[in-house]
């Protein structure tokens, strides 16, 4: 799939044609990150950022005991992908993801989690956890 920040001076490939996952996350990290009301993942296989791309990273403890590295584009700001040290899967930012929203990526199949923090209403039937999904969990 092709991804890229805000002014497309990041761009880059996933390494599969669609995520192997696609979360809705509403725990106080990916709001705060999204400046939004909840932040959107996609999971693939752990990939390395092109060696040219324009990105800094920073890294933040988990609750577990690892870390993540969040890299970010160096021009516009916009979060690109999560690295947890704990997994070899990648969270891929949904907003960096061409159709985001159509096929693979329809939001309606996505998984909520971090629920017991949602600010906005959840809707009925969808796949849904209090807190994360378990194993490599990036969030609080």
Request: one cysteine or more; aromatic letters at 8%; hydrophobic letters at 35%.
């Amino acid at each position: 799939m092709n991804a890229s920040c805000q002014c497309h001076r990041t761009t880059f490939l996933t390494p599969l044609p669609a995520p192997l996952a696609l979360y809705i996350c509403h725990c106080l990290d990916c709001r705060a990150q999204s400046s939004s009301a909840f932040g959107i993942s996609a999971r693939f296989p752990r990939f390395a950022l092109p060696a040219d791309a324009p990105v800094a990273s920073f890294r933040r403890a988990t609750k577990s005991g690892g870390f993540v590295d969040c890299y970010f584009c160096r021009h516009c700001g916009s979060r690109v992908l999560h690295v947890n040290s704990e997994t070899e899967m990648v969270s891929v930012k949904g907003g960096c993801l061409e159709g985001l929203g159509v096929g693979e990526l329809d939001l309606r199949r996505a998984v909520h989690i971090w629920c017991k923090r949602a600010v906005v209403e959840i809707p009925e039937r969808v796949r849904r956890w209090e807190e994360g999904e378990g194993e490599g969990d990036e969030g609080e």
